[in-house]
């Protein structure tokens, strides 16, 4: 249960709002330099997940916006990229990241899942995405399987997910 809802306001602010104070001051500069405006969102934000639903809100409130956005200004030559990401190593997002009570975690007995990457290899992919100028950037790749099998067979992914998140709490 979460003990304190100002986690949510939070989260938005922290989530989507500054995506959003990040693009509309940048677009006339984008714009004028045919640039790509990313956005780093997560799995959460086209999948929701138990246990972290004010997250997994701001991230599909983040989706939409870069959806839109990704219309508005596409005939001025601006792109738009989702790097929808697992989890990261080597960062401090665990330890940073709230709990029920709305605040810091701190440190965490868990362990990354075998699914989660390096920031090397986040980066390189987003780099690379940026140049192929794509619309959705899955990393690793194959969380876009997760995402079909949500919109076809919502039922079996909410399956696959509740247990893997059950195998994480562990």
């Not at 990040?22 to 934000?45: T, W």
């Not at 004010?54 to 005939?75: I, P």
């Amino acid at each position: 249960e979460v003990e304190d809802l100002g986690l949510f306001r939070k989260l938005m602010e922290v989530n989507y709002l500054g995506a959003v104070y990040c693009a509309h001051p940048a677009l006339p500069y984008l714009k004028e330099s045919g640039g790509v405006f990313i956005a780093i969102s997560s799995i959460q934000g086209k999948v929701g997940v138990p246990l972290h639903t004010g997250y997994s809100a701001a991230k599909h409130a983040l989706q939409g916006f870069c959806d839109a956005l990704r219309m508005e200004v596409e005939a001025d030559g601006v792109g738009v990229m989702a790097v929808l990401l697992h989890w990261l190593r080597g960062t401090e997002l665990r330890k940073n990241a709230f709990g029920g009570d709305g605040q810091a975690l701190g440190e965490s007995s868990r362990k990354h899942s075998k699914e989660s990457v390096t920031l090397e290899e986040a980066s390189r992919a987003i780099m690379l995405g940026m140049i192929k100028r794509e619309r959705q950037l899955y990393i690793p790749k194959k969380l876009k399987y997760l995402v079909a099998a949500n919109a076809l067979w919502p039922k079996l992914a909410e399956r696959v997910v509740k247990g893997k998140v059950g195998r994480e709490d562990k």
